[in-house]
């Protein structure tokens, strides 16, 4: 499927070219086609009028006579020949072509497509009719949605089983669809969606008022009428029962699965995700931020410049770790590997695709490029962990509404053949780089601490999933949020070798960080560095 990396996008648009141009040349065909037509249509109808000015002179001339009959006969067999001569064939066979050799979407993208739009509107609170006036979070990124646009929206929810959005999609359908001068859906279908799903979501009345409606357009619609006959003897009976009057508890069954309608850990992850929970004021002024070379002498790039978002557990971000140059042949050595991003199966140890993981990634190797290996040598000199354990590079791209639920980096002992194939122990730590900024959306977030990182290209999160002890650590539980606008590229070596837990030592020397903003100034040439006491971590 192509939907879950924006880079695969870009080639449907190269599928699209090809797509516009062969129906240019149908077009094309199809108007010489007509143009000869009307040419025939042209001389026949001078040829006629003028016998039809004297019939009897006409007829007379021997020559007429046989230019009338050869006009019926070949000539116009001619011209039913060029009616019945298929221009379409070269159009379809440019179709299929690019049906066969190019990326081309599939109903599934379709419905991948139309589910992250909706993730989207749910995580980040985005009310209806502005996202179809093409605006996400007050700002105008695309162009309108048509009411056909929104109404699949809504068509795509139905099939879901989602009625919420249903109704939400088919309204917008229909508010739009009033305001249209080039109609681009038929009102009934809209009634029909709106009809059911009000019935669904509880409103009875609404429905049949909806359904009445539909059959003041459509007095034949056979479902209708069913449904109509069906509203009217549930309300007769009294015996509908409103969605919510049985419900005790905010859970609900939704074919078989249970559904937490009220999850304050999603509360909190997805306000994390819009930027609205901050950490308290005081624990953010006790972070501090430090240049550090960790001993090595052979820094090129010079001391990292390290700054601490959280502590306790610390998460660090490092600041100007991989150049434009490196992010470049990254992507280009990743792209044409991507696969949509796998989750192991905890029961069964299986590799399997997931809702709650919708990304492309790719493996990258030493040998690949110097680049490669040269990040690869940076992530040990940050971390002072060796790389020779850690599986390849993973490069990972997310598309639209692309994202990762709430999880560990660390498998639990009661997981099946966790990391069976590496060959190595648990994930120690997880350094994260970014490759690209995201204009809006696909945060780093921490539910149980309440810590947000924003993708800044260049920059790396670095935490340590793990205790001395090797247990994990289960503040470390964290998240990708759906990416709301642009796209979001991420590099992560994922490291599990023993090495010297450098932090201790960062710990000793740290520079006071009265600012966030202020602590890696972009012109500073000369920073003090301050040693504070720092209480010993846990
Ligand atoms: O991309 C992110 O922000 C987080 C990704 C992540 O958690 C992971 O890849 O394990
Ligand atoms: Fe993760």
Wanted: charged share 25%; aromatic share 10%.
């Amino acid at each position: 499927e192509v939907f879950t990396a924006l880079a695969d996008l870009e080639d449907l648009l190269n599928t699209e070219a090809v797509l516009i141009h062969s129906l240019e040349n149908y077009i094309r065909a199809e108007e010489v086609k007509i143009d000869l037509l009307k040419s025939y249509a042209d001389i026949y109808n001078k040829q006629h009028n003028k016998a039809t000015e004297d019939v009897e002179s006409y007829v007379a001339n021997p020559l007429n006579a046989y230019t009338l009959v050869k006009r019926m006969t070949t000539d116009w067999q001619e011209v039913e020949s060029l009616i019945l001569t298929d221009v379409s064939k070269d159009y379809m066979a440019n179709i299929t072509y690019a049906k066969e050799n190019m990326k081309f979407p599939t109903d599934e993208d379709l419905n991948g497509a139309a589910a992250a739009v909706i993730r989207l509107q749910d995580t980040y609170r985005l009310d209806t009719a502005s996202l179809a006036r093409g605006e996400l979070n007050g700002v105008k990124y695309s162009s309108e949605l048509t009411a056909a646009d929104c109404f699949e929206l809504g068509r795509q929810s139905y099939n879901n089983g989602d009625f919420y959005h249903t109704l939400l999609w088919m309204r917008e359908a229909d508010d739009r669809l009033n305001r249209e001068y080039n109609k681009t859906v038929e009102k009934s279908e809209i009634l029909e969606y709106l009809a059911f799903s009000s019935y669904k979501e509880g409103n009875i009345n609404l429905a049949l008022d909806l359904t009445n409606k539909l059959l003041e357009m459509v007095p034949t619609h056979a479902r209708a009428l069913g449904n109509k006959a069906y509203y009217e003897e549930e309300i007769q009976r009294g015996s509908y029962k409103k969605k919510g009057d049985d419900e005790t508890d905010d859970v609900v069954e939704n074919e078989g699965v249970n559904i937490l309608r009220f999850d304050p850990d999603r509360e909190r992850y997805e306000a994390l995700c819009r930027g609205e929970l901050k950490l308290p004021e005081d624990a953010a002024a006790k972070l501090k931020c430090r240049y550090e070379t960790n001993n090595n002498p052979y820094l090129r790039i010079g001391p990292f410049k390290i700054e601490q978002a959280h502590a306790n557990p610390d998460l660090f971000i490092f600041h100007d770790v991989m150049s434009d140059e490196e992010i470049k042949t990254i992507k280009s050595l990743a792209t044409p590997k991507f696969r949509r991003a796998t989750v192991q199966n905890s029961v069964t140890g299986q590799l399997e695709v997931a809702q709650y993981r919708i990304s492309k990634s790719a493996w990258l190797e030493d040998f690949e490029h110097e680049h490669v290996a040269a990040v690869n040598r940076r992530v040990e000199d940050m971390t002072g962990l060796t790389v020779s354990t850690a599986e390849q590079l993973q490069v990972v791209n997310y598309g639209i509404g692309g994202h990762y639920e709430p999880h560990f980096d660390f498998s639990r002992k009661d997981e099946k053949n966790s990391f069976k194939s590496l060959g190595t122990g648990n994930r120690i730590a997880t350094v994260l780089f970014y490759m690209s900024d995201v204009e809006q959306g696909g945060a780093t977030v921490f539910p149980v601490i309440g810590a947000a990182l924003w993708p800044k290209k260049g920059t790396a999160a670095f935490w340590y999933n793990l205790f001395p002890s090797g247990d994990g650590d289960r503040l470390t539980r964290h998240a990708a949020c759906p990416v709301l606008a642009g796209s979001k590229w991420d590099l992560r070596p994922l490291l599990t070798l023993y090495g010297t837990l450098l932090v201790e030592e960062w710990r000793s020397s740290w520079t006071d960080q009265k600012n966030h903003h202020y602590c890696f100034p972009v012109s500073s040439l000369s920073v003090s560095l301050v040693n504070v006491e720092l209480p010993a971590n846990q």
